[in-house]
């Protein structure tokens, strides 16, 4: 595609709730991060992907959080029993090799509100 | 651990102006370094990507400098317009493979 693409853009869930976050990287992309972002705050590190490999999860911050790329396109971050404190705008990024040295190009965010 | 910080963390400058956006990192064994662009409401747009070998790299009126050994970037806008007012973030990635990102520098360009 031609650029990340993430959905839905906003989600709005009951304290408690189960949420499923979509990420389409761009096409042929190895390397695709997740991001939380808190209002008024940089983005922070939550799982890193590499293909299909989950190779850094240190920074999800529960066992409630859990993502996935099992075909080594698209992704998906599950929040479960989500609380007040998860809302936030969650990123997406991809770059092209497995190693450091490309761009990297982010997507427009879900914006969860747990409510 | 990687810390990215980012000074200021807001400035408003009158339409015209010339302005420098100020990075600096804990580690400097780093990849690359990254700058960004975020409206509200929105994701990051890509400005620059310096890599680790390179002083710095340019794209129409951005220019952004990198000091490896001193921890340091900087971002230069030239001749400032209404529509450059946007977060300006700066991320590193380094050996852990993701990018550690600072908070931000809020800008606001006035007509």
């Known amino acids: 595609g031609a650029g990340v693409s993430q959905s839905p853009r906003y989600k709005v869930a009951k304290r408690g709730q189960d949420v499923a976050l979509r990420c389409d990287p761009i096409s042929g992309h190895v390397s695709l991060f997740w991001y939380q972002q808190a209002l008024g705050q940089g983005p922070e590190f939550l799982t890193y992907f590499q293909n299909e490999a989950q190779l850094d999860k240190s920074g999800l911050p529960s066992d409630r959080f859990f993502a996935e790329r099992p075909e080594g396109s698209v992704s998906t971050l599950k929040i479960q029993r989500t609380q007040q404190e998860d809302s936030a705008v969650y990123l997406c990024?991809?770059?092209?090799?497995?190693?450091?040295?490309?761009?990297?190009?982010f997507g427009q965010g879900t914006r969860l509100t747990v409510v | 651990k990687q810390e990215v910080t980012q000074i200021p963390a807001a400035l408003s400058v009158p339409e015209g102006e010339n302005l420098v956006l100020n990075c600096s990192f804990t580690d400097s064994a780093i990849y690359n370094l990254q700058w960004f662009r975020q409206d509200p409401g929105k994701g990051l747009t890509s400005l620059l990507l310096i890599q680790s070998s390179q002083r710095e790299q340019t794209s129409g009126r951005l220019n952004a400098s990198l000091d490896k050994s001193s921890g340091r970037s900087t971002l230069y806008i030239a001749a400032s317009q209404p529509g450059d007012s946007a977060t300006y973030l700066c991320a590193v990635r380094s050996g852990g493979q993701n990018f550690v990102f600072g908070p931000g520098t809020r800008l606001s360009v006035l007509p």
């Open positions: 990024a991809s770059n092209l090799q497995g190693r450091g040295g490309t761009e990297a190009f």
